[in-house]
């Protein structure tokens, strides 16, 4: 039995000729300008912009150091439930099955994302936010995806108000219901 091997998509046996031949410096002065980028300037611009910006930003597994700052993060968007009690907040955060992700610039946090998941097939997400100064530099896709990656999961169920950006994003629409435990007749306050 014999195997033939391809090379730049042409059978090696077959190449007698070099598969580029050398290039002359007439072939050279025939070149165009360079080849222009197609994409229109505003949008080359941005995409220029958010590859610079995001070689600055890391993503990292949450630690009590971060907590401040993401607590700082969380209060700008007015979510109280997790800035009424650090400590709180601090176990909510680093509890079993949660993952934590936060995403720091200059040793700020800018981003954060908490998934909680079975580590297997069921992950959901509890909290995804961007300081505004760094929205739209695709941090939030970025999240998702190493969340999704350290939490374990074969999808992320997202509960959210902000459908039209997971719609964006290539989320399929499903329907839910939340029962509180007010609801289930439990005594307590749901966040407490
Ligand atoms: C939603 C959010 C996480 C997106 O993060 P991001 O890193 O800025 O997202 P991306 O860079 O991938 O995408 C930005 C794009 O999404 C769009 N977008 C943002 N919110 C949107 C919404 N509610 N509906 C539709 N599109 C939205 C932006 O207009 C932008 O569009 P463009 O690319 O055409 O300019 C961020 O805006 C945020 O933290 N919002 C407040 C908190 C929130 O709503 N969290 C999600 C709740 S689970």
């Known amino acids: ?58 993503i990292k597994p949450y ?6 700052g993401l607590i700082a993060l969380v209060a700008a968007e007015g979510w109280t439930e997790y800035t009424e009690d650090a400590e709180r907040t601090h176990r ?11 995403a720091l610039a200059d040793g700020r946090v800018v981003g954060a994302i908490q998934v909680q998941s079975d580590g297997v097939i069921q992950a959901h997400v509890s909290m995804l936010l961007i300081d505004p100064e760094w929205r739209g530099h695709r941090l939030g896709p970025r999240l998702l995806r190493d969340g999704l990656e350290h939490a374990g999961g074969l999808w992320l169920d997202i509960r959210t108000r902000t459908e039209g950006y997971y719609e964006r994003l ?7 219901f939340r029962l509180t435990r007010e609801d ?3 005594g307590g306050s749901a966040t407490g």
């Open 170 to 176: 290539g989320a399929s629409r499903s329907l839910g």
């Open 63 to 68: 630690a009590q150091v971060h907590l401040d």
């Open 1 to 58: 039995m014999s195997f033939t091997y391809l090379y730049a998509g042409v059978p090696v046996s077959d190449r007698n000729e070099p598969a580029h031949p050398a290039r002359s410096d007439r072939d050279i002065l025939k070149r165009g300008p360079p080849r222009k980028d197609p994409r229109p300037g505003r949008k080359r611009d941005r995409v220029r912009r958010a590859a610079r910006l995001m070689t600055v930003v890391s």
């Open 184 to 186: 289930l007749g439990l």
């Open 92 to 102: 909510a955060l680093s509890a079993q099955g949660v993952t934590t992700l936060v």
